[in-house]
């Protein structure tokens, strides 16, 4: 299928009175009412449209300071505040995009439950000091780190220090990436891994 595995995060930045769950379902019965099938995850809508994975990450202002704003966080039933303008500069400025892209593709293809802020800082860190001109040893790499890691490491919202970003992942969930991050490892080629 034409643009599976493609990965897009629409922030969705709302000045309301409305309750942080209350935004978080208006944009759930947008997405389903334009039948683009969402799907609730811990703080987007994952949709498909035109082929393509969408997260979509609504957020709520918070009066005076532009770039931060408050999301909900479904599988808690809180919230926390972040700064997505500092988040988007740090994955973009990194040199790591095209293993983003890779490990984003793969988890996509794999139906994996990897929440796409986690998957980047982790990326990130495990990357930190290798070479930028080798992306089939990076991403290997990459899944390696997973299958040693994912389970055990903490990472911390580099916007507020009070968000462990590794708790947006149920220890079930990190045990299914690393159990694939382990199989995709033990695979002949890479049209296997990532197709």
Known sequence: MAGRGSDVDIFLSVRSSSTLSDIYEAAYSFAAS???????????????????????????????????????????????????????????????????????IWRNLH??????????????????????????????YLLGEIEARITSTVIIDPANSNNRISDSMTPAEKVRVRDQARASRGLQSWNQVVW
Do not use: C, M
């Not at 990450?57 to 005076?64: A, F, K």
């Not at 139906?111 to 800082?121: H, P, V």
């Open 34 to 104: 334009r039948n683009w099938q969402p799907k609730r995850q811990n703080v987007s809508i994952g949709v498909i449209h035109s082929g393509y994975d969408i997260d979509l990450v609504p957020g709520r202002i918070i009066p005076g300071y532009q770039n931060f704003h408050n999301l909900h966080v479904r599988k808690t039933g809180t919230w926390q505040q972040t700064n997505v303008s500092q988040h988007v500069r740090i994955v973009s400025q990194s040199g790591r995009l095209d293993e983003i892209r890779l490990l984003k």
């Open 111 to 140: 139906g994996l439950d990897f929440t796409s802020f986690f998957l980047e800082l982790f990326a990130l860190e495990a990357l930190s000091g290798r070479s930028y001109n080798n992306l089939a040893d990076n991403f290997w």
